[in-house]
């Protein structure tokens, strides 16, 4: 298993896999309306492509670009992806925070790469930030989205907690599993599982994330109909018999015309002031 799943070529399809999905969301921004956030979902596939490449040049690049560099370009990914759901939901992200642990990661990470030279430790950091970010995620995605879809997501809320779930068990298993690795190119099997659901998870966030575009999309076009029916109703209507005059300029009934723009149907009676007044008691 371990000459099967070559773990430079998969980190490699990795990055590329990404690239494509860059290019899948620069061309869903072209073609259709998008809403404050997508931008950065966009910079999200390019800079999880970027990290992902160099990874895949690790002990042929400097350790710099293909350790520390590449793996802050992945954790810079999810948290572009979090600051995108928070414009996306209209909130205000916490950019200095984001900020801020980027800072933290970069100095541990060049901690345990040049002082204190070890994969496992270096595992057990990258895992942390990156189950703690799809966390929050996951809460953008059930607490905040609702605001602006009528329903809530479970499809990609449950994703995200299994995203958040997965570098939990990648750090159980570094301490667990005997081979102890000193590099992730010649890592074991379950760090090649790792990249390859890496690959299928950055396809479904991603389509997911165009997914809820096009649904808020199509819930404004839904609400924009309905206001339209409503603005269509504010049309002349006779003083005396209460006709309406559509657009063509013919005069119909009251119950005719909102019949024709909404979706209602009327049921004909007669109130007691008018049977008072039409068929008064003797």
């Known amino acids: 298993m371990q000459a099967f799943l070559d773990m430079r070529t998969l980190i490699f399809t990795s990055g590329v896999t990404s690239m494509f999905l860059f290019v899948c969301m620069v061309y869903a921004r072209q073609k259709q309306k998008t809403y404050d956030g997508f931008l950065y979902w966009i910079f999200a596939s390019l800079t999880n492509a970027t990290g992902m490449i160099l990874l895949s040049q690790r002990d042929i690049w400097p350790d710099f670009l293909t350790v520390v560099i590449a793996n802050a ?25 984001y900020l801020l642990s980027l ?46 879809l009528p329903q809530k997501n479970y499809i990609l809320f449950r994703f995200f907690i299994f995203c958040a779930i997965w570098p939990v068990l990648r750090i159980i298993s570094s301490f667990v599993i005997s081979e102890n690795p000193v590099d992730l190119i010649k890592a074991g099997f379950f760090h090649q599982l790792t990249v390859l659901v890496s690959i299928a998870a950055f396809m479904i966030m991603y389509i997911g994330l165009i997914v809820i575009n096009a649904q808020r999309v199509e819930q404004e076009m839904i609400d924009a109909k309905n206001d339209i029916k409503t603005i269509a109703g504010l049309i002349p209507i006779c003083a005396n018999c209460k006709k309406i005059r559509d657009g063509k300029g013919s005069w119909n009934k009251l119950e005719t015309y909102l019949s024709k723009h909404n979706d209602i149907e009327f049921s004909h009676g007669i109130c007691p002031e008018c049977m008072q007044k039409s068929y008064p008691v003797k």
Not at 90 to 97: C, D, S, T, V
Not at 108 to 117: C, E, G, K, R, W
Not at 130 to 136: E, R
Request: glycine share 4%; aromatic share 16%; proline share 4%.
């Open 73 to 97: 370009c992945l954790i810079l990914s999810m948290m572009l992806v979090n600051i995108g759901l928070n414009y996306f939901t209209g909130l205000q992200p916490r950019n200095k925070l």
């Open 103 to 148: 800072l933290v990661f970069l100095m541990v990470f060049v901690y345990f790469t040049y002082a204190l030279p070890n994969l496992t430790f270096r595992i057990v950091v990258f895992s942390g930030f990156q189950s703690t970010l799809y966390v929050i995620a996951a809460i953008l995605i059930y607490r905040d989205l609702p605001r602006i």
